[in-house]
């Protein structure tokens, strides 16, 4: 039996779901005006909670005297700073092109395969999220979510035991109320939550519509690159072959604009994500050995492994986009050209020379994200947390 092909909701569901968590709809789906309503006063909770929150992160951050002579407050408050940086930056440039990723969205969607036979024949299940992928996801995400839930249980649990409450909570940043109070709490511990959702949600969910919209843009190239080696030219059909050869790089040069959009879109959210990727892994590294074997040692090594895993993902999508995007010249290579007419023969080597320079998805010209990059970035935070670990330990 057939496995059934994927449809184009398929590959937009994780992406959008992240975000409809927290009230913003990217696809803009037809509900009721009260549900629009709803989710919209909740967009704006997050939004709240996560600025209150990160403005007090970036104020204890400036406090240099409460973190004096203990590399181990240092680390986990550089730590948050840049986790929070990291989800920021994403937020903002995504606010920013939100109407331009919603335009790229609906266009990828026209070009979906419509039925059953059509998506065969562009395997479209190839180019959904790896199963290894979203196991990676979903491990972060359930992960993150005992971390920030976790301490409320943990609070009752000391409470039954020892007969004090602790009011532990997912950030212990000091806010402008106290939160050692039943009423302090409740309100602290909830705007905890709402800035854990908001920090992981856009975290994940900038990388998961980076992965959709590149998986879509390699699945065409994958196509083309089929169609075009799988052609049999004739000298007799010159002019049928040429118009083949139209109509093929008249869909390159459409997904080819497409591309750039995603350049253009994600530019700037790719290169912060190189720096405060770099900085989160060092900073991991660095407090893991500090605190050793404990809970929240090994606690903050996971969270390096996935941080790590999460990178290397969208690592593999780049070079996904670099491999099938240059397969477009090999299979103009391999096909029988030598059968074709000389027009024909031209025309194609026009194809080939333009196929022969990948596509990539580039940080603003930064550097361009593929595997090679991924080994660079693990390098670069190796050599930093070797050189720190030296200094700290002097």
Known sequence: MQEKQREYQDFTFLANIMFKTLGYDFLDSVRPSWQKGLLRCYFFVCIASSSYEAFFVALECLQVESVAGSPSKIMRRALHFFYMLSAAVKFVTLMIYRKRLRTLIL???????????????????????????RYVFYSY??????????????????????????????FP??????????????VAYFMDLTYSQFVVNVSVGADLWMMCVSSQICMHFGYLAKKLAAYL?????????????????????LILRLHKEVNQIFGILLASNLFTTASLLCCIGFYTVVEGRSEEGMSYMIIFVVVSAQFYMVSSFGQQLIDLSSSISMAAYSQYWYDGSLRYKKDLLLIMARAQRPVE?????????????????????????AAIRQTVGK
């Open 107 to 133: 266009s990828l969607k026209e070009l979906y395969p419509a039925d059953e036979s059509l998506r065969r024949e562009y395997e479209v299940n190839r180019y959904y999220l790896p199963r290894s992928t």
């Open 141 to 170: 995400y359930c992960f993150m979510a005992v971390m920030a839930i976790g301490p409320l249980p943990q609070s009752f649990m000391m409470y039954f035991l020892k007969g004090h409450f602790p009011f532990l909570r997912t």
């Open 173 to 186: 940043t000091q806010l402008c109320f106290r939160s050692d109070t039943p009423v302090g709490y409740a």
């Open 233 to 253: 030219p004739s000298r007799e059909r010159e002019r049928e072959d040429c118009e083949f050869l139209a109509s093929l790089v008249q869909k390159h040069q």
């Open 361 to 385: 998805i580039s940080a603003k010209g930064i550097i361009i994200i593929s595997l090679d990059t991924f080994k660079i970035l693990m390098t670069i935070t190796y050599r930093f947390f």
